[in-house]
């Protein structure tokens, strides 16, 4: 397993060279965190929750470290996240269903037109 806090100094240590680079790209990547945060229809805790599921379902490691510590900083609890993560593994592997139909799609497709 990873060392977490670690991981995350490292991340934070590219970041800073890639700012040093394109100013741009790091500031955009910045925004995304706190769009719709200045609505409080979901909450803090909530919209952090999300993000781990979607971090989930993404597969990207420095998503999960971040928003995991925001999460337990907005309050989140372990039930909390591992509820949320649940609601991530429902949603991936309905993903993969709905994806293998459209390859199934394709494949008929594919083969339709070979034989016309």
Same mark, same amino acid.
């Given at each position: 397993?990873?060392?977490?806090?670690?991981?995350?100094?490292?991340?934070?240590?590219?970041?800073?060279?890639?700012?040093?680079l394109s100013t741009e790209t790091?500031?955009?990547?910045?925004?995304?965190?706190?769009?719709?945060?200045?609505?409080?229809?979901?909450?803090?805790?909530?919209?952090?929750?999300?993000?781990?599921?979607a971090a989930v379902t993404l597969?990207? #490691?420095?998503?999960?470290?971040?928003?995991?510590?925001? *999460?337990?900083? $907005? &309050? @989140?609890?372990?039930? #909390?996240?591992?509820?949320?993560?649940?609601?991530?593994? *429902?949603?991936? $592997? &309905? @993903?993969?269903?709905?994806?293998?139909?459209?390859?199934?799609?394709a494949v008929e497709a594919k083969?339709?037109? @070979?034989?016309?």
């Amino acid at each position: 397993m990873l060392d977490w806090d670690e991981y995350q100094k490292q991340l934070n240590g590219r970041s800073a060279e890639i700012a040093k680079l394109s100013t741009e790209t790091l500031r955009v990547t910045r925004c995304f965190p706190s769009a719709n945060a200045k609505t409080t229809h979901v909450g803090g805790k909530v919209r952090q929750l999300i993000c781990l599921a979607a971090a989930v379902t993404l597969r990207c #490691e420095g998503c999960i470290v971040f928003h995991t510590d925001a *999460a337990l900083k $907005a &309050g @989140a609890n372990k039930e #909390e996240i591992n509820e949320a993560l649940g609601v991530a593994v *429902a949603m991936n $592997a &309905g @993903a993969s269903m709905v994806y293998s139909a459209r390859v199934m799609d394709a494949v008929e497709a594919k083969t339709s037109a @070979a034989t016309a």
